[in-house]
């Protein structure tokens, strides 16, 4: 069973950046379409960024278009989202989780897709 684990949250001054890291253990990253997800308190969870096996199809939410960058290294079973220009309002837990779709190049953007879910990792921007 595949085991997920998030890192590289924290606190951040708003504008500053934030690089969260997911490592997939005990299978091989290369079989999963990976998201990235977050809630902030007292909201529901929200899509942010997903990524399909091979890497060649990303997709984003319009909130983090152009700031957030999603990427693979599959030899190192890691998932990472670059967060750049970081505001109040990405404070959240951001979870990762694991598809184990068929297809290479599809990157879901609902939860309810995603079979695997890390513990989360908390985000929080101030001013």
């Known amino acids: 069973q595949v085991q997920l684990v998030e890192s590289g949250g924290g606190l951040v001054q708003a504008g500053g950046s934030l690089r969260l890291s997911c490592v997939v253990s005990r299978r091989t990253l290369s079989i999963y379409a990976m998201g990235w997800f977050r809630q902030a308190p007292g909201k529901e969870r929200e899509f942010v960024a997903a990524?399909?096996?091979?890497?060649?199809?990303?997709k984003y939410a319009d909130a983090v278009k152009g700031h957030f960058t999603i990427s693979r290294d599959n030899a190192k079973n890691t998932v990472y989202l670059q967060m750049n220009s970081l505001k109040p309002d990405d404070t959240a837990v951001y979870y990762c989780a694991a598809d184990s779709s068929y297809s290479f190049t599809y990157a879901a953007v609902g939860s309810n897709e995603y079979e695997y879910w890390g513990q989360g990792t908390q985000v929080t921007v101030s001013s």
């Open positions: 990524i399909s096996r091979n890497g060649g199809n990303t």
